[in-house]
């Protein structure tokens, strides 16, 4: 028996990134686990790695009438949720003068509304006891050039994961967020040229005190331990970014 066996999850953005790392982790653990995506595709490719265990939901954050489908799947399928990882979002750099309406809207749309109504859609399944992780990420507190509406919809997940925790308390529900740093997820090289994904890494790795990128399941495993293990924990964010915003 696994350490989550028996225990129910839902992932959001579960098919692919860090999102496929935590449900790949409580998985080969035990859990039975619901991911969420826009993508068909990825979404099977995704089921077929993770294995029985391992449920889809098709659906876009940002489309309240996708998460009310969702909720109702969830509530179908595995009955009540003892985890969410409130993990789905997007990442759309530009400078100041180039960033347009359309990409803003599309980043706050999906990180921040699509946050938001994730957690009041699945609320009602979370039993009591229950833990919730959002994704917030490093650059929300770095000042990173081309990153400031992205960096703004994670602080802004920051602030949700307060206020949700002190409404939740009374279910006895801990709400929480996971700050990771750079992760090796192979994202990088699919949206940027080969050159221009060395040349960040490197950068990326000269800057953090660790000297190296983080892996999924160190990500994964930190926020299974804020659904899971941290019960005297809510409200808080977990850097865990090898020390690149705390040194």
Known sequence: MGVYTGKNAVVTGGASGLGFGI??????????????????????AARERLGP????????????EDLDSLA?????????????FVNAGVTRTALLEEMTEKAYD?????????????????????????GVVLTTSAASVMGIPT?????????????LARGFAAELTGREIRVNAISPGPV??????????PEAAAEFIAQ??????LRRLGTP????????????????????????????TQL
């Open 217 to 244: 399941v160190e990500i994964a495993a930190a926020a299974a331990f804020l659904a899971f293990d941290a019960t005297y924990t809510t409200g808080v964010e977990l850097a865990v970014d090898g020390g690149y």
């Open 184 to 193: 090796d997820t192979g994202v990088l090289e699919k949206e940027m040229s």
């Open 72 to 84: 109702e799947q969830v509530s179908a399928e595995l009955g009540s949720l003892d985890a969410l």
């Open 23 to 44: 449900a790949e982790f409580l998985v080969e653990r035990g859990a039975r686990v619901v991911i969420t995506g826009r993508s068909r595709e990825r979404l099977d």
């Open 106 to 130: 599309e980043v706050f749309d999906i990180n921040v509304k699509g946050a938001f109504f994730t957690v009041q859609k699945l609320a009602p399944l979370l039993n009591k006891g229950a």
């Open 204 to 209: 990326r790795v000269a800057e953090n005190p």
């Open 147 to 159: 990153t400031s509406a992205y960096a703004a919809s994670k602080a802004a997940l920051r602030s």
């Open 53 to 64: 265990n391992a449920l889809t939901a098709r659906g876009d954050v940002a489309s309240l």
